[in-house]
């Protein structure tokens, strides 16, 4: 009986999944400023993708050169825009390629680093300390000195005895540090200092107590991931303002910085809610494709928040701080997608198919696992007749490997190429040399230039570090 049930059910959120898919439609592949080519193929700056795979090896990372460039250019235009001082920086762990990271810097955006690597990284791009800001919760003592060294922007503080550690570098130093809070109004999250408890409160009377030292220059919350609309940093961003309300009236001390962290989505990749991740893990339900509409322009995002910093500041009386806004996903998700070869295509028990390929999620497309990705072939005219489903494996052995779980797809053959969509956002980030070397990531040129932002790891390469080798 309850056999029956389970199938029942389970066939219903089947049904209802492969509807979704049916009536999202054809992947528009402009929405990531790519086109389809005279032959049906995939291309990005005129040049066929096809022709990439020969030439770099498969699997591969491809990087939108001119994508890119729009991208991070209307963020930062349109926080620009919002007023004195405003500005953003990209949060490198989202894509953390130097090649990449060069192209952001280009256009403006600074460096919002999480890690001592992320910081020297920084560093060695010659971002300068202005446009730093650093996160985090394992600051090295020594991450410490060259950030004070650097004149960070702000080392956000994210809980109490961090502020005696600084403030010991600095006085050490003999140099002042600049500092934010990270304020921490979710209590699901071990992120930043308790705002209701009076904990956070407590750490800026403690500042102000090393203020010979440390200056508190910035206010800093990270709430959201990939959200479509302003409202949860509007919220958040009111929240944050009575907060430097209480502190002005407490402290008497102005704060430059409003920092509403990261979170800004994209309209082409979305994360699965509870009950979606839940079905697609029990069932193997794709859930319903994020729609493509139901996304604010980043100018309005960028005015709707700069218009509560000055609605509550009028309100409370407060002097309008600049915004910061520490982007990742908007700014890199769409310029860069992932391609990948189908090895076979096997009918196994009941006549599930399996399409088995040379990614997968243990080692390269792990963001798939909660997160809705377009994944089509590149190699052909996508039509929605003739629609197989396919469980889309990697290589690794085991059954943990998968890319996408019941996805419908044309018919695939040996030696077909997927393009899966938003690998801009954590997919290098997250990926591992899990058996296999890593593969290379390139940049596209709009002329059509191909240029090697990072070489195929070599067997060689995965042993480097290794005394014993022979
Ligand atoms: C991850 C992170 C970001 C960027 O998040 P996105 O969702 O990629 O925009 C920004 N700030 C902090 C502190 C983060 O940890």
Same mark, same amino acid.
């Given at each position: 009986?309850?056999?029956?049930?389970?199938?029942?059910?389970?066939?219903?959120?089947?049904?209802?999944?492969?509807?979704?898919?049916?009536?999202?439609?054809?992947?528009?592949?402009?929405?990531?400023?790519?086109?389809?080519?005279? *032959?049906?193929?995939?291309?990005?700056?005129?040049?066929?993708?096809?022709?990439?795979?020969?030439?770099?090896?498969?699997?591969?990372?491809?990087?939108?050169?001119? *994508?890119?460039?729009?991208?991070?250019?209307?963020?930062?235009?349109?926080?620009?825009?919002?007023?004195?001082?405003?500005?953003?920086?990209?949060?490198?762990?989202?894509?953390?390629?130097?090649?990449?990271?060069?192209?952001?810097?280009?256009?403006?955006?600074?460096?919002?680093?999480?890690?001592?690597?992320?910081?020297?990284?920084?560093?060695?791009?010659?971002?300068?300390?202005?446009?730093?800001?650093?996160?985090?919760?394992?600051?090295?003592?020594?991450?410490?000195?060259?950030?004070?060294?650097?004149?960070?922007?702000?080392?956000?503080?994210?809980?109490?005895?961090?502020?005696?550690?600084?403030?010991?570098?600095?006085?050490?130093?003999?140099?002042?540090?600049?500092?934010?809070?990270?304020?921490?109004?979710?209590?699901?999250?071990?992120?930043?200092?308790?705002?209701?408890?009076?904990?956070?409160?407590?750490?800026?009377?403690?500042?102000?107590?090393?203020?010979?030292?440390?200056?508190?220059?910035?206010?800093?919350?990270?709430?959201?991931?990939?959200?479509?609309?302003?409202?949860?940093?509007?919220?958040?961003?009111?929240?944050?303002?009575?907060?430097?309300?209480?502190?002005?009236?407490?402290?008497?001390?102005?704060?430059?910085?409003?920092?509403?962290?990261?979170?800004?989505?994209?309209?082409?990749? *979305?994360?699965?809610?509870?009950?979606?991740?839940?079905?697609?893990?029990?069932?193997?339900?794709?859930?319903?494709?994020?729609?493509?509409?139901?996304?604010?322009?980043?100018?309005?995002?960028?005015?709707?928040?700069?218009?509560?910093?000055?609605?509550?500041?009028?309100?409370?009386?407060?002097?309008?701080?600049?915004?910061?806004?520490?982007?990742?996903?908007?700014?890199?998700?769409?310029?860069?997608?992932?391609?990948?070869?189908?090895?076979?295509?096997?009918?196994?028990?009941?006549?599930? *198919?399996?399409?088995?390929?040379?990614?997968?999620?243990?080692?390269?497309?792990?963001?798939?696992?909660?997160?809705?990705?377009?994944?089509?072939?590149?190699?052909?005219?996508?039509?929605?007749?003739?629609?197989?489903?396919?469980?889309?494996?990697?290589?690794?052995?085991?059954?943990?490997?998968?890319?996408?779980?019941?996805?419908?797809?044309?018919?695939?053959?040996?030696?077909?190429?997927?393009?899966?969509?938003?690998?801009?956002?954590?997919?290098?980030?997250?990926?591992?040399?899990?058996?296999?070397?890593?593969?290379?990531?390139?940049?596209?040129?709009?002329?059509?230039?191909?240029?090697?932002?990072?070489?195929?790891?070599?067997?060689?390469?995965?042993?480097?570090?290794?005394?014993?080798?022979?």
């Amino acid at each position: 009986m309850r056999q029956i049930l389970f199938n029942a059910v389970r066939e219903y959120f089947f049904r209802r999944s492969l509807r979704f898919q049916q009536r999202a439609g054809l992947p528009d592949v402009g929405a990531w400023g790519l086109s389809i080519n005279e *032959k049906g193929h995939l291309a990005v700056g005129g040049v066929d993708t096809l022709d990439l795979l020969p030439a770099y090896g498969s699997p591969l990372l491809v990087v939108n050169r001119r *994508k890119l460039l729009e991208d991070a250019t209307a963020i930062q235009q349109a926080v620009k825009r919002c007023g004195q001082g405003s500005r953003v920086v990209y949060s490198y762990k989202t894509n953390c390629i130097p090649g990449i990271l060069k192209e952001i810097h280009g256009v403006g955006i600074g460096a919002e680093v999480i890690s001592p690597y992320e910081l020297w990284l920084a560093e060695q791009l010659k971002v300068p300390g202005e446009e730093i800001v650093y996160n985090g919760v394992n600051k090295t003592e020594e991450s410490l000195v060259r950030a004070i060294e650097l004149d960070a922007l702000a080392i956000n503080i994210d809980n109490l005895p961090e502020i005696e550690r600084i403030s010991a570098v600095a006085k050490r130093l003999k140099k002042r540090a600049r500092v934010g809070i990270r304020l921490g109004f979710q209590a699901k999250s071990q992120f930043g200092l308790d705002v209701d408890s009076g904990e956070a409160l407590e750490a800026c009377h403690r500042i102000r107590r090393h203020s010979d030292w440390l200056d508190l220059n910035l206010v800093h919350f990270c709430v959201a991931s990939n959200v479509k609309e302003s409202g949860t940093h509007r919220h958040f961003a009111q929240k944050s303002l009575e907060f430097m309300h209480a502190i002005k009236a407490q402290l008497g001390a102005a704060i430059r910085y409003l920092d509403v962290g990261g979170g800004v989505g994209v309209p082409t990749s *979305k994360n699965m809610s509870g009950i979606e991740y839940g079905l697609y893990r029990l069932f193997g339900c794709l859930p319903k494709p994020p729609d493509l509409e139901a996304f604010e322009d980043i100018n309005t995002y960028a005015n709707s928040v700069n218009e509560t910093l000055e609605e509550s500041c009028a309100r409370l009386n407060l002097e309008k701080p600049a915004l910061i806004m520490e982007p990742g996903r908007f700014v890199t998700s769409r310029c860069e997608f992932l391609l990948s070869t189908v090895l076979a295509v096997k009918a196994k028990h009941r006549g599930t *198919k399996y399409a088995i390929t040379d990614a997968g999620r243990l080692s390269l497309t792990f963001p798939c696992d909660f997160e809705y990705h377009t994944i089509f072939p590149a190699d052909q005219q996508v039509s929605l007749q003739d629609r197989e489903i396919y469980q889309v494996m990697g290589r690794i052995c085991t059954s943990a490997d998968w890319m996408a779980k019941n996805l419908s797809l044309p018919p695939l053959r040996e030696g077909d190429v997927l393009a899966t969509m938003d690998a801009g956002a954590y997919f290098s980030s997250y990926s591992s040399n899990f058996a296999f070397p890593r593969p290379a990531i390139v940049m596209v040129e709009e002329n059509g230039e191909v240029e090697v932002l990072r070489k195929a790891e070599s067997f060689e390469h995965l042993v480097s570090l290794d005394t014993v080798q022979q």
